[in-house]
């Protein structure tokens, strides 16, 4: 009897692409395969985000999708976890009653067990734990890539931001031990990888729980000293907690990539204050000239929300003229709509839609002007890129490879015959466009990597499991 099949389909953050990984591993471990391509699998998983917009209208559509696939599928099943599990609990399987497991954010563990249960008692299985038990980095572990990870530091989020309904669905910060995230971040090193990302929802409070300010960039330095990891990157920071030290160990320590994604969210103090946002748009700029002038050439990130409630043109403009000094390499951009549950969306002064959607058109100009200038001043310098599996593959239409540079930023290179994904290659960049460089120069060196050699025969590493730690309670 051949083993049952899995799906897991993920949106939102990075923390719901780590999540989905372990939520694979913990299948696999079950005896689950991963369903091949344009296969209809035996379990679908919707791993949700409750952040987005019409979150819970996409979750819904894509249910009511799967209402006849399963029909014509006795015996699939279909989980729902993530934020969006956390926060519908049973509403889920009301209006979704062919949905067979609900499960939250804190308990990604379960999964299995009440898939089983399920399956057994012959009717849906709804659990939703209040705090977390295990953090998910010691769940076993299916990864994507051969040369590049995801290693969580802490989960859940102290901050109240008024748009914001994480803290209620992911609980308030809880940090690993230092020990157990460099004892995750070796094996891994050791099994191939090349590039971590360290991953919190806010990075840069690490440590509040042992009132250790300066944890977080000790712990950067820690990494650097661990063989083999050539680069380490980090999302996501909040500015309030941003110290001098992060910046002085981003700039001293030669794996960590000179790459910061920290969300601006708006330049203007009227609307930070009601996002309760505990910084300034003086405050931001200024971390902004620290890292620039500790690495002139990092690459800045950040996020925008438009339109929210009761944000003027005037602070709209304040906006952009933050961005404008910036000077940000990219900026994921959202236009502000209600989310029910947190303070913001009762809030008076909602700005109309068309208004949301204009000065969204203009802040997106904005930054594209920006971000094509920031790119055109690379043409002609030398870039060393870790070719890209997903992005990487040969394309095509035009004959390029993919590769991601040290900066972060996405470079598409001429196509040479023994360079694979996980392979590191140094090339010139020829041309600029607002969202990628191109490299149509010749390779002016390559190195084949273990992830190369993993990634060509097209291995997926399990990573390990480096047991349960103990969780910090404040």
């Known amino acids: 009897m051949s083993a049952k099949t899995y799906g897991v389909r993920t949106h939102g953050c990075q923390m719901n692409v780590h999540d989905s990984e372990r939520l694979a591993g913990l299948l696999e471990t079950a005896g689950y395969e991963r369903a091949p391509d344009g296969s209809t699998p035996d379990v679908v998983v919707f791993n949700t985000c409750a952040v987005r917009e019409n979150a819970d209208n996409r979750l819904y559509g894509n249910l009511g999708q799967m209402r006849p696939v399963k029909a014509a599928n006795p015996g699939m099943q279909i989980a729902v976890g993530g934020c969006l599990g956390q926060k519908e609990r049973g509403e889920i399987v009301r209006r979704a009653p062919w949905v067979d497991v609900v499960f939250g954010t804190h308990n990604i563990g379960s999964l299995p067990v009440l898939l089983e249960r399920a399956r057994?008692?012959?009717?849906?299985?709804?659990?939703?734990?209040?705090?977390?038990?295990?953090?998910?980095?010691?769940?076993?572990?299916?990864?994507?890539?051969?040369?590049?990870?995801?290693?969580?530091?802490?989960?859940?989020?102290?901050?109240?931001?008024?748009?914001?309904?994480?803290?209620?669905?992911?609980?308030?910060?809880?940090?690993?031990?230092?020990?157990?995230?460099?004892?995750?971040?070796?094996?891994?090193?050791?099994?191939?990888?090349?590039?971590?990302?360290?991953?919190?929802?806010?990075?840069?409070?690490?440590?509040?729980?042992?009132?250790?300010?300066?944890?977080?960039?000790?712990?950067?330095?820690?990494c650097g000293q661990i063989d083999g990891l050539e680069r380490l990157r980090f999302t996501s920071p909040h500015p309030r907690d941003f110290t001098d030290d992060v910046i002085s160990a981003m700039a001293e320590t030669p794996n960590v990539c000179h790459q910061l994604h920290m969300p601006l969210q708006s330049g203007s103090d009227?609307?930070?204050?009601?996002?309760?946002?505990?910084?300034?748009?003086?405050?931001?700029?200024?971390?902004?000239?620290?890292?620039?002038?500790a690495m002139p050439a990092a690459a800045l990130t950040t996020d925008v929300i438009v339109g929210f409630p009761g944000e003027t043109e005037v602070d709209f403009q304040s906006t952009v003229d933050v961005m404008r000094a910036a000077r940000f390499a990219s900026a994921y951009t959202f236009q502000y709509s209600p989310r029910p549950g947190t303070p913001a969306?009762?809030?008076?002064?909602?700005?109309?839609?068309?208004?949301?959607?204009?000065?969204?058109?203009?802040?997106?100009?904005?930054?594209?002007?920006?971000?094509?200038?920031?790119?055109?001043?690379?043409?002609?310098?030398?870039?060393?890129l870790l070719i890209s599996a997903g992005e990487g593959r040969k394309d095509s239409g035009t004959g390029r490879m993919t590769g991601r540079a040290r900066d972060g930023r996405l470079c598409h290179m001429t196509s040479y015959d023994g360079v694979r994904p996980g392979d590191v290659v140094e090339t010139e960049v020829t041309y600029a466009a607002p969202h990628h460089l191109v490299a149509d120069g010749p390779l002016l060196s390559h190195r084949r990597t273990r992830a190369g050699d993993i990634s060509e025969a097209g291995k997926q590493r399990r990573g390990v499991s480096l047991g349960m730690p103990t969780l910090r309670t404040g």
């Not at 009227?270 to 002038?293: N, P, Q």
């Not at 002064?349 to 594209?368: F, G, I, N, S, T």
């Open 120 to 222: 057994h008692n012959g009717e849906a299985q709804v659990e939703i734990v209040e705090a977390l038990e295990v953090f998910p980095s010691s769940l076993p572990t299916r990864r994507d890539s051969a040369y590049s990870a995801w290693v969580s530091v802490s989960v859940g989020c102290n901050n109240t931001c008024t748009f914001c309904i994480v803290p209620s669905l992911r609980g308030t910060e809880q940090d690993r031990q230092p020990g157990d995230v460099l004892a995750e971040v070796r094996a891994l090193v050791a099994d191939g990888v090349l590039e971590v990302t360290l991953l919190g929802q806010n990075v840069n409070s690490y440590g509040v729980e042992s009132g250790d300010r300066r944890a977080f960039g000790k712990l950067l330095r820690a």
């Open 345 to 384: 969306a009762t809030l008076p002064d909602q700005v109309p839609k068309p208004v949301v959607q204009e000065r969204y058109e203009r802040l997106v100009a904005v930054q594209e002007e920006i971000s094509w200038a920031e790119n055109r001043a690379l043409v002609g310098s030398r870039v060393e």
């Open 270 to 293: 009227a609307v930070l204050k009601r996002m309760r946002r505990s910084y300034r748009s003086e405050r931001f700029l200024g971390i902004v000239d620290s890292v620039r002038a």
